[in-house]
């Protein structure tokens, strides 16, 4: 039951794009300061904020590292209570400088305005090591999720290669993406773009939105990251010629 709560908190954070943050406030000497902000997470399961130099979170972070970031499942309607929520707590830091430019290309790709974010104010990246999370997935489904719980294994590929596996998507497998993104998520459109690929999925680009592709195997090398992506085309082109029969 464990390891399932932390499988549905952690797709819940891999599905969502913004999030609440909380920083121990500077100006207000303790006390606890919230905002939005859009976040990524890395192959780890780790949150990476891109945050300007003159915003408080950064001035907050820079005397306490400690932060909490909260996502949640939004109710259309009803109770909201009764929808998956997850706090994740723990500690950011600046991505050191050898790191921070090929993240920073990750970051773009699923966050193009962030582009222009380069002459702005001092924009830097942080990371949030995660200390615990907890998960409410609905009345009585309530947990703690502990670090080692938490964190995924580093896949096999770098940086570096998961941008070459994304361009080759986008450039010899264009069709693809957009199959898989009217199966998983109803969505028709002309332009789809691969942006990001981690062990448990990928992310699709279409109409200024991400979305999220959850893989149906972890994937620690990028023979399994084909064969998954392989299975997903084959997948819709099946259900979607089957729809097209039937309608």
């Not at 998960?135 to 999720?145: A, K, M, N, S, V």
Request: glycine residues 4%; hydrophobic residues 35%; contains cysteine.
């Amino acid at each position: 039951m464990r390891e399932q709560a932390a499988f549905e908190a952690r797709t819940l954070v891999r599905q969502s794009n913004v999030c609440v943050i909380s920083t121990i406030s500077k100006n207000l000497h303790g006390y606890p300061f919230g905002s939005v902000s859009p976040f990524m997470t890395d192959n780890q399961g780790r949150l990476i904020f891109y945050i300007a130099g003159i915003a408080q979170h950064s001035r907050n972070l820079s005397e306490d590292s400690r932060m909490c970031a909260t996502v949640f499942d939004a109710a259309d309607e009803g109770d909201q209570n009764a929808h998956a929520r997850v706090t994740v707590v723990g500690d950011a830091a600046p991505v050191p400088t050898e790191e921070s430019e090929a993240l920073l290309e990750r970051y773009e790709r699923q966050y193009p305005e962030a582009i222009s974010y380069r002459q702005a104010h001092d924009f830097q990246l942080w990371r949030m090591e995660v200390k615990r999370v907890r998960y409410i997935g609905g009345f009585g489904h309530i947990f703690w999720i502990e670090k080692d719980e938490w964190y995924a294994q580093e896949p096999e590929w770098t940086l570096e290669d998961e941008k070459r596996m994304v361009e080759h998507m986008n450039d010899d497998h264009a069709d693809a993406n957009q199959l898989m993104l009217k199966l998983l998520h109803q969505v028709d459109a002309d332009e789809v773009t691969m942006t990001t690929i981690v062990p448990d999925g990928c992310y699709l680009r279409a109409k200024e939105k991400n979305y999220y592709v959850q893989f149906k195997n972890i994937c620690m090398d990028s023979k399994a990251v084909r064969m998954e992506l392989v299975r997903l085309t084959k997948l819709a082109r099946k259900e979607l010629d089957t729809e097209t029969t039937q309608s």
